[in-house]
């Protein structure tokens, strides 16, 4: 098979997929190009991040397409109902960056309640000068141990921030619609301990949480999960994390709640406007923001690549 990785793909799984004969194109081809180079490469499959969607059109445009790869979670840049009727095979790759992702809602976490971001940027500015005016600023600090983490949305990623937040001596609530309880395993010095959690309504995550963080995929309507009346129910002190898709929160609104106490602070890996995010976001000073790195680690994008390959075999295997 020749397939085209549009944006990029680990060099163990290029490895992988060069072993079982595939040819694999790494140039960045862009979006109004992208389904001419398809077709005149005669390109077999490909295989996309965010950066990259595989609309309607783009499909209809390259009918001898065999599979759209997803490396990543969600499939909200794929039209994947639509390539499936078409016979295109369409898969992503849920298990491999959750504990990456995980990690980056415990750094925001920690960043937030020890203004990280803020005195950090300081630093190299005004540190020399103003040391003492930064210590006064910045030394007031809370520790994450002993907080609730609301978890909006609980699968692999959920589950996975629940196991970090566990071990950091946090109490965790989750909502999913689709669950009454889950089992979270820590591992402990190579031991396991389960943690039984059940199920608490939306509103009480949004009414008791110190920390809410958001895990679930962009709404089909293009409705946010949280905007003014969600806000109004946290906590004042609450800070409110999004890694995972644009658009699930409202951004004005939440400007607006931030802008009016009526929550104190966001982190935010993910936008409605990406590659360009609306600026006020980005220069607020109660906002971390980070540019869509939450499965961006060396582990996450080797699991990635290789689970990519196992599911470009599963095809050749079934051709």
Known sequence: ???????????????????????????????????????????????????????????DACPNLKFIGRGGVGIDNIDAVYAREKGVDVFN?????SASVAELVMAMMFASNRF????GGAMPVNGEETFEVLKKNYGKGKEVKGKTLG?????????SLAEYALGCGMRVLFFDRSKEEETVTLSINGSPLEVNLNV????????????????????????????????ALMKKNAVVINTSRGGTINETELIEALDNG?????????????????????????????????????????RIGLEIAENVKRIMDAN
């Not at 990280?116 to 005195?119: G, K, P, S, T, V």
């Not at 978890?151 to 589950?159: K, N, Q, S, T």
């Open 93 to 97: 790759t849920p298990a491999s960056s």
């Open 1 to 59: 098979m020749k397939i085209l990785a549009n944006d990029g793909i680990d060099a163990k799984g290029q490895a992988a997929l060069e072993a079982m004969g595939c040819t694999v194109l790494t140039e960045k081809v862009s979006q109004d190009a992208l389904a001419g180079f398809i077709q005149n490469e005669n390109i077999d499959g490909l295989l996309v991040r965010s950066a990259t969607t595989a609309r309607k059109e783009l499909i």
């Open 200 to 231: 608490s309504s939306f509103e009480e995550v949004l009414r008791v949480s110190d920390f809410i963080s958001l895990h679930v995929p962009k709404q089909p309507n293009g409705s946010s999960v949280i905007g003014s009346a969600e806000f």
């Open 262 to 302: 009526v929550i104190a602070g966001a982190c935010l890996d993910v936008f409605e406007n990406e590659p360009r995010p609306n600026a006020a976001l980005l220069k607020h000073s109660k906002i971390i923001t980070t540019p869509h790195i939450g499965a961006a680690t060396a582990e996450a994008q080797e």
């Open 116 to 119: 990280l971001y803020q005195a």
């Open 151 to 159: 978890i909006v949305g609980f699968g692999r990623i959920g589950m």
